[in-house]
Every structure is written in structure tokens, then in C-alpha cells.
């Protein structure tokens, strides 16, 4: 599956041409993978799964998972219950 990245930090607002190429990555075949999603305007966030990585310690991250698609929230259970301590793989 082709994954596409797009890296939205210093965007503050997005001109015609680039929210069309943005819809073409979004209507693909393959993933497309946002930072700093933001600026995204709602239809073409709508419906997206959202990962939040935090860091909580030096050693330690805090992962968020917001998503309606139901095979991938049961992956990431089962993922979650792979740890003894029920926080996921480290």
C-alpha cells in the first residue's frame, strides 16, 4: 500500500491548487499520513484516524488512537494486549 506523508507544521493557510493536490492523495489507493493536520480543512479531514503520540517521560511515550474503523481499533488492542503491562509493545 503506497503511503503518502504530508508535513502541514508551517502551513497557515492552503491555496486552491494545493487543498486539489491534497484531495488526490486523500481519493488514493495508499495511506496518507498528515502531521499537524490543523490547517486541514473538515471535508478533507472527515473520517481520518487520528494518532496522537505524546512524550510522558524520557523513556516513555503516550499513544492516542481516534478512529471509526473498527478493524483497525481491534488491531490496536490486540497490539495493546501484547504488553504484560498492558500498555502496548515497548
Not at 30 to 44: F, K, Q
Request: aromatic share 8%; with cysteine; charged share 30%.
Amino acid at each position: 500500500i503506497p503511503l503518502y506523508h504530508v508535513d502541514l507544521y508551517r502551513v497557515e493557510a492552503m491555496d486552491a491548487s494545493t487543498l486539489e493536490a491534497l484531495a488526490e492523495y486523500f481519493d488514493s489507493d495508499g495511506v496518507c499520513a498528515v502531521e499537524w493536520p490543523n490547517s486541514l480543512p473538515r471535508e478533507l479531514a472527515g473520517g481520518a484516524t487520528r494518532i496522537e503520540l505524546r512524550v510522558t517521560g524520557q523513556d516513555s511515550r503516550q499513544l492516542r488512537i481516534d478512529t471509526e474503523v473498527d478493524r483497525l481499533r481491534e488491531a490496536f488492542i490486540r497490539w495493546k494486549a501484547l504488553s504484560p503491562s498492558g500498555r502496548g509493545p515497548r
